[in-house]
């Protein structure tokens, strides 16, 4: 199956194409008449957050995404806020309580601000829901339809690794702003769109339980394993973890998993499981064209990125390694920009500090030139770095 038939309801209104899909993401051709779980793509990442008014601002002013629905008081929902917002494909939610007794208001108090749901968008809820639950996967919503004068949209959920869950849509009959009880509200992107696509989600589990939720993603959802990573690949001195990455038969859907491993210090897994309180999502990667220019303009309006040495830089064997890449050394170097390359091609990628209070959830900026992997010549660098953020805040 050629990759523009499957292309799903938000690429097609961010305007983008299999070409670009494939060097946004590394997007590959995938026939799904064989999947038992098939999976078309992203449908949104839905947050709970302490105060989801001043999130979606921030998100609209700093991260130049788009406010395109909400729910809320004034919808009828006494619950919570709700505001969902696109960049491209990407399309995130934003609840905050209202009611102090929401189900949104436990979630973060017991874990902060993250992601509670990643929803995904398939062509038949009800076959995936029924070889999920065949396969032993919890069941947290049933297949049902919910519409409006905008159409119908099936959907149901399953849980995955500690509280998050995947929510599976159905979008083919509805033509509305988002979801039924939902109303359109638009507000302009503030300058440039700064990224155009999910790349991957990066989830931590607890230590043994790793294996444990790979084998989930590939027995439930027919995930197939894309990389490994163990041992000298991802430790320093002082701490260390292993990750696995499954994806979609397409490779547009990427879930990286990680748990900590022994070491002479608490790992950023260990840190992130403490404060966020167990399992959860850590980083989402936003892929985008430009990322020079995307990292000024959100260090210009105050974003954080972890700092890289000018040792880096100048080390020889990276400079053998990487070869020639978009932009010379010193524009990657002043601005902090990582680069790895593999067999298909490389790519550059950069990560924020934590986003909110506690050190748990952060992004990283990824722009993909043939690669399909995920730095890993980079990850010395990258824990060192995280390293030094714990010290600074003591938890080591």
């Known amino acids: 199956m050629s990759i523009e038939k499957t292309l799903t309801d938000s690429e097609r209104l961010a305007e983008l194409d299999a070409d670009q ?3 946004l993401v590394g997007l590959v051709e995938h026939d799904p008449s064989g999947d038992p779980f098939p999976v078309t793509g992203w449908d949104t990442v839905v947050w709970a957050v302490g105060n989801a008014t001043q999130a979606a601002l921030l998100f609209r002013t700093v991260y130049g995404m788009e406010l395109v629905a909400y729910s809320g008081p004034e919808t009828g929902n006494r619950d ?9 494909a990407a399309r995130f939610e934003l609840r905050g309580a209202v009611d102090p007794a929401s189900p949104v208001a436990d979630h973060h108090r017991a874990h902060g601000d993250g992601v509670v749901d990643i929803a995904l968008e398939v062509p038949d809820v009800d076959r995936c829901v029924a070889h999920a639950r065949a396969e032993g996967a ?10 409006d004068e905008h159409g119908t949209v099936r959907t149901a959920a399953i849980a995955t690794y500690g509280e998050t869950r995947h929510t599976l849509v159905d979008r083919s009959r509805y033509h509305g702003p988002y979801l039924p009880g ?3 509200r638009r507000s302009p992107r503030t300058g440039p769109r700064l990224f155009q696509a999910l790349d991957h989600v990066v989830g931590n589990v607890e230590l043994g339980r790793m294996d444990e939720w790979v084998e989930f993603y590939r027995r439930v ?3 197939t394993n894309m990389a490994e990573f163990v041992g000298d690949d991802i430790a320093t001195e002082y701490s260390a973890l292993m990750s696995k990455v499954v994806a979609s038969g397409n490779h547009r859907v990427k879930f990286p998993l990680n748990e900590p491993s022994p070491g002479k210090r608490k790992s950023q897994i260990d840190e992130y499981l403490q404060f966020y309180g167990g399992p959860g999502a850590q980083h989402l990667a936003l892929a985008t064209n430009d990322i020079l220019g995307t990292v000024d303009v959100l260090r210009e309006r105050g974003v954080e990125f972890l700092h890289t040495p000018d040792a880096y830089y100048s080390d020889p064997e ?12 010193e524009e990657l170097r002043s601005r902090g920009i990582l ?3 593999d067999e298909d091609g490389y790519l550059l990628q950069i990560f924020t ?3 909110g209070d506690r050190p748990t959830v952060f992004f990283e900026l990824i722009e993909r030139h043939g690669s399909l992997g995920f730095g890993k010549g980079n990850f010395k660098a990258l824990f060192e770095a995280i390293e030094r953020e714990q010290e600074r805040r003591g938890n080591t």
């Open 221 to 223: 959802m027919g995930f």
């Open 339 to 341: 680069v790895d390359r």
């Open 21 to 23: 899909l494939h060097r």
């Open 318 to 329: 990276l400079r053998a390694r990487i070869g020639e890449v978009r932009g010379p050394i």
């Open 80 to 88: 919570h806020h709700a505001y969902v917002l696109r960049s491209g």
């Open 353 to 355: 500090k934590p986003l």
């Open 138 to 147: 919890v069941v947290l919503v049933e297949p049902h339809d919910v519409g």
């Open 182 to 184: 939902y109303v359109a």
